[in-house]
Structure formats: structure tokens, C-alpha cells
């Protein structure tokens, strides 16, 4: 039995290791989980992942890792060629480091269900949610955008994890109108991961759900 991925399509977490899964050319299988109906609260799926989220990845043996950064991890010690981490410590530390603006401080106060809980049960405006989903957009990309390579990849001219977290959030980005003119070292990163098979297979627009 091969790797199988619950995702969803639009799910930057789901999206970060669908690309990771296809530059390391690990075969796999990927399975539909779809947000906007529910299915990831039905008792199937949590019995897979108890906090109802994509991405799970069930590994050969059958048992199951949640959450992105995990299994990220876990699939770079697994399959560590081509490697998506330098050898330099400080290198690795830098690129976790730009990771983490996106994990940590950009995408959990932006993700879909802290989306509806703002328009739902705090039932604050759609014009209000969109100000609070450009603001911490923009803070983080603010950061990044000074510290960032660019070169033509996040930390230089090899691909790493930071290309896999930061391509999902400017997708996101650009659905939600964030104008992205003031930011041209993330969007060349952008265009130059986008240009690559992982990347384009990964993207959403390619998934069937």
C-alpha cells in the first residue's frame, strides 16, 4: 500500500504537501475531503484525523500523520532526495524560521473555518472579514519580503519547504484581492515555483475536488 493524502483543493496545508508528495516524486494517491459540505466533520474522516483538518497522510504501513509541518517533516526524513532542507543548520533554521510566518502567524487566523466563525457566530461583515484576512496577509508578507532570497527561490537558487508554504498563502492572496505589487520579490518566487511540474500539478485548479 502506497501514501495516501486527504486534501482539499483549496486547503493551503493540504496544497504545501500535494507539492512536496510530487517534487519528490513519491507515489501516492489523493482523496477528496470537501470543506465547504462538511465531510470532514463526518464520523469516517474523524475516526482518520479526530480534529476534522486536512491534511492526514496515511503511510504505507497504515497509520496516520496530521498536520502539514509534521508531515512534511516525515517525508524528508523518509524520502530525502531530492532534499527540500540544506545540510547548513543556520540555512535550515532560516527556512523554518520563514515557514513559521506563514504556519504560525499568517494562515491559522486565516484559514476557512476562522473565516465563517468571523462572518457566522461573531457576525461581524464580509467587508470586515476581508480587512481582517489583509491584515495579518500583509504583516506576514511585509516580513517576508525583506528577508527572502528571491533567487529564484526563497532561499536561493535549490527549492525548499519555505517555496512550499509561501506559494499556497500568495494563491490564497490573490483570491482574496490582497494587491501584491508592493511585494515583487515573493510574487518572482511565485512565478518561478509556478513553473515547475510539482507546482503546477499540485495547484488547485488541477485537483478534482
Not at 476562522?114 to 457566522?120: E, N, R, S, V
Request: include cysteine; glycine fraction near 4%.
Amino acid at each position: 500500500m502506497g501514501y495516501e493524502l486527504f486534501t482539499y483543493y483549496r486547503s493551503s496545508a493540504a496544497y504545501r504537501v500535494r507539492i512536496a508528495l510530487n517534487y519528490k516524486e513519491i507515489d501516492h494517491k489523493l482523496t477528496a475531503i470537501n470543506l465547504l459540505s462538511a465531510e470532514h466533520d463526518d464520523p469516517a474522516y474523524k475516526a482518520i484525523n479526530p480534529q476534522g483538518l486536512v491534511p492526514a497522510l496515511k503511510i504505507p504501513d497504515g497509520r496516520i500523520i496530521t498536520q502539514s509541518p509534521a508531515i512534511l517533516n516525515f517525508l524528508e526524513n523518509e524520502h530525502p532526495t531530492p532534499p527540500l532542507m540544506p545540510a547548513d543548520t543556520y540555512e535550515t533554521a532560516t527556512i523554518n524560521q520563514w515557514c513559521s510566518v506563514v504556519a504560525c502567524d499568517i494562515h491559522p487566523v486565516n484559514n476557512l473555518r476562522i473565516l465563517k466563525y468571523l462572518t457566522g457566530k461573531l457576525g461581524i461583515s464580509e467587508q470586515a472579514k476581508m480587512e481582517w484576512y489583509h491584515h495579518w496577509v500583509l504583516q506576514g508578507f511585509e516580513c517576508l519580503e525583506q528577508q527572502i532570497k528571491a533567487a529564484p527561490y526563497c532561499n536561493g537558487n535549490a527549492l525548499s519547504t519555505a517555496d512550499l508554504y509561501l506559494i499556497p498563502q500568495v494563491f490564497n492572496a490573490l483570491r482574496f484581492d490582497v494587491k501584491m505589487e508592493r511585494f515583487p520579490k515573493i510574487m518572482s518566487v511565485y512565478e518561478a515555483c509556478n513553473s515547475l511540474d510539482a507546482f503546477i500539478a499540485a495547484a488547485p485548479d488541477k485537483q478534482k475536488g
